[in-house]
């Protein structure tokens, strides 16, 4: 769910393909068969990027630090917290504005698939890629994500390590997010599958 970093990540490709990563978390399954090949690439590169940050040390680490018996959610939590620190770094920057701007055009314009389908007409009407630099934001986001899943709210369970453990994390995005955009962002190659 952490849509800034993937839009950020991927804003240098085709509308197709940026549109590719903001909708990849609805999208289950191998077969990209039905998408043009511009959003099933973007697709994939949303997939390389989830399996580049959850297989990183930096996160392994960072969800060793989550209290005993969250952990499995961590990952959850720490997705938003990553678009919080990206969101606070590039906010009242004309290059956020414009990505923002374009993903809200993007996701305004094209049908989301049904397991988005309620959540993208609420991310662009409440502004929540801006808002993600909010912390208090971030935190209410993910236990609001929380609150589908089955059982206890976890997520929300996992807000007061996140405040506890904020500076730590923060250094975690310094070193993982050049990374990123050294392995997946614009010099990578956009709208190759």
Known sequence: ???????????????D?????????????????????????GIV???????????????ALAKQRAPAGHRRYAGIALDLVWDHFLARQTQRTADQAHLVARCYALLAAR??????????????EQDWLRRYADFGFTCSAIANIGRRLSGPNRLALL??????????????FHELWPLLETNLGASSRLDQP
């Not at 909708?23 to 289950?28: L, M, N």
């Not at 807000?159 to 975690?172: A, N, T």
Request: no cysteine.
């Open 45 to 59: 590169h949303h997939r390389r990027v989830d399996a580049f940050v959850d297989q990183h040390p930096v996160v």
């Open 111 to 124: 049908p989301a698939p049904q397991r988005l389908g309620m959540m993208m007409p609420a991310l662009v």
């Open 159 to 172: 807000v007061p390590w996140l405040e506890e453990d904020y500076p730590r994390l923060e250094r975690d």
């Open 1 to 15: 769910m952490n849509f800034l970093a993937h839009a950020w990540l991927s804003q240098d490709g085709s509308d």
């Open 17 to 41: 393909f940026l549109y590719g990563n903001l909708i990849a978390d609805g999208v289950k399954g191998p077969d990209l068969s039905q998408w043009r090949a511009p959003i099933a690439a």
